[in-house]
């Protein structure tokens, strides 16, 4: 009875979801199958224009009609109703994914090895004759493959057992009596056993690199942590500190307030008590008049000339050089002292804080990220740049929203400040340049493309780009360059550039001048550790133009 079941399954399974059919179909060769798993089953193999029988591999022509098996599809159902439920999953068949038996018919199962002698892929039944049969037990045996027929030679049908190392392929072993005839051949064996040599020197190189990269990763890690704890040691003290600046300030802010009133206080008592001396010496004075007033409207003459004398008398009056009001600028003075103070706290914090940012970024340098290799890459950074009219020489013209500038005969009538150039035709960027930053110049004629400290002598020979060590400066000519710094020059290669490309990475020192195009030629790089900002500079010669490009 078991055998009978097992056979019902069988005959109304699909061996493709090996489940029970449903909507059988039956194609040309007999064999069954659920009409979408045959459906989805040709779908795939369309794309080589080849359908086929997934158990008897029967190929087509053309793909065959389904229609719908009503016996079948009665039985099916019947066998149903009857009880018979759907198969439980038998892993000794072949799916979609196994290596199918290739001896075995109909329902094929999977395959327990495949041999490369042979070449063919056997189950668990069809295999035994490999371990019984003496002839069978030399041949190799692997993991079952579905890509045996790889070591078939097509022009021979035989095995491919050589291995021609003049062509770099396998090959048969006609193929090295006739086409490979001379040619630098060995067993296929024997090319394994040096290719694997070579495999374990490479996996040892990679295994040793792993390991390196390994041992790098936990140096990184341990910088990571070691970045980590000196920050929060930096946080943590720099909020003490911060805090301890507030409290003084605070402290300092009551001990003012606390000065002004006590000085208000001092005051506001003297004067109050003055106030009320001088209101007693009002009110005797009104009363002293009152009894003149009442003498004056006396008949009797002498009654009148009696008490005349004592009437008549009047009290020494307050000195008036005791009052003395405080005047306001003495409150104002105490208000301007603070506003002195306050100015000289912000200048100290504006020059110092520079210094703060600038030792903050140098641990960024040792992470600091590649130069960038084509302009695209460049334009990330790109930076809008205006050049600051107070550092221009007065025979600069500067036009396009200060992003031009040209030499000109008539001075112009620029105010004066002490950031302009005096004895060189150049001028600087109105912004500071950290971090990284990438900007283009476009020029006509002679002119250098800089960078520089603001701190670079307005007059004198050494205020020019490059002619000192607080600028590096490019110099262009009609077909050439030449790269100055501290008054050393550098010869540039390559031919002259009219649009020349600046890329600036403060943090990790690195200045690199380059002529513009897609992959960007580089024309000079610097290696340095900068200590201040920087500003972009322009120098032009007579008769020359130069702008800051808009790259965005």
């Not at 910088?223 to 003490?240: G, M, N, P, Y």
């Not at 007033?293 to 008490?307: A, G, M, P, R, V």
């Not at 290799?373 to 334009?379: D, H, S, V």
Request: net charge positive.
């Amino acid at each position: 009875m078991a055998q009978k079941d097992q056979l019902d399954r069988e005959t109304i399974s699909c061996s493709i979801c090996l489940d029970l059919l449903k909507d059988p179909v039956t194609i040309p060769c007999g064999h069954s199958y659920c009409m979408s798993c045959i459906k989805g089953f040709w779908d795939e193999e369309a794309q080589r224009k080849i359908y086929s029988c997934p158990q008897c591999r029967q190929t087509f022509k053309r793909r065959p009609v389904l229609k719908k098996n009503t016996m079948l599809a009665a039985l099916v159902e019947q066998l149903k109703k009857t009880g018979l439920q759907a198969a439980p999953a038998d892993h000794c068949y072949a799916g979609p994914e196994d290596v199918a038996c290739d001896v075995c018919t109909g329902r094929k199962r999977k395959a327990l090895k495949s041999c490369l002698t042979c070449p063919a892929s056997y189950c668990e039944n069809h295999l035994q004759p490999h371990y019984d049969a003496p002839p069978l037990k030399k041949h190799k045996l692997v993991e079952p493959s579905k890509n045996l027929q790889e070591n078939i030679c097509s022009p021979h049908d035989e095995v491919m057992k050589m291995f021609c190392r003049t062509d770099q392929q396998s090959i048969c072993y006609l193929c090295s009596v006739e086409d490979h005839k001379g040619h630098d051949t060995v067993s296929a064996a024997a090319e394994r056993t040096e290719r694997q040599r070579e495999l374990e020197v490479s996996r040892l190189n990679i295994q040793q690199r792993i390991q390196d990269r390994e041992r790098d990763v936990k140096l990184l890690q341990q910088e990571v942590k070691a970045v980590s704890r000196s920050a929060d040691k930096a946080v943590k003290d720099s909020e003490k500190i911060f805090t301890e600046l507030i409290r003084l300030l605070q402290k300092r802010s009551s001990d003012v307030k606390q000065q002004i009133r006590s000085q208000q206080e001092t005051e506001v008592s003297r004067v109050k008590e003055l106030q009320e001396k001088l209101q007693q010496e009002i009110t005797e004075l009104k009363r002293k008049d009152a009894e003149l007033k009442q003498l004056s409207h006396t008949e009797d003459h002498n009654q009148f000339l009696h008490n005349y004398p004592s009437v008549s008398q009047l009290s020494e009056p307050t000195d008036s050089s005791c009052i003395n009001i405080l005047p306001l600028r003495d409150f104002e003075d105490v208000t301007a002292a603070v506003s002195e103070l306050r100015d000289k706290l912000q200048d100290i914090l504006r020059d110092k804080w520079t210094n703060i940012l600038l030792t903050g970024t140098e641990m960024d340098a040792l992470l600091s990220e590649p130069e960038p290799k084509t302009r695209a890459q460049f334009l990330k950074f790109a930076r809008e740049i205006t050049l600051d009219p107070n550092t221009a020489h007065t025979l600069l013209l500067l036009s396009d929203g200060n992003r031009k500038v040209e030499w000109t005969k008539q001075p112009q009538s620029y105010s004066s400040h002490m950031d302009r150039f005096i004895d060189a035709l150049q001028v600087l960027s109105r912004e500071n340049l950290t971090g990284r930053c990438y900007w283009e110049v476009e020029r006509k004629g002679l002119g250098d493309v800089a960078v520089t400290y603001k701190t670079i002598s307005r007059a004198g020979r050494e205020c020019g780009f490059g002619r000192n060590n607080k600028s590096w400066s490019l110099d262009c000519y009609a077909n050439s360059h030449e790269f100055w710094f501290n008054n050393i020059k550098t010869p540039v290669s390559g031919s002259g550039s009219s649009r020349v490309g600046v890329y600036l990475d403060h943090t990790a020192g690195i200045l690199s001048f380059y002529r513009v195009s897609k992959k960007m030629t580089l024309l000079h790089r610097v290696k340095t550790r900068f200590t201040q900002p920087l500003y972009a500079g322009l120098w032009v010669g007579v008769g020359s133009i130069a702008e800051l490009c808009k790259v965005k």
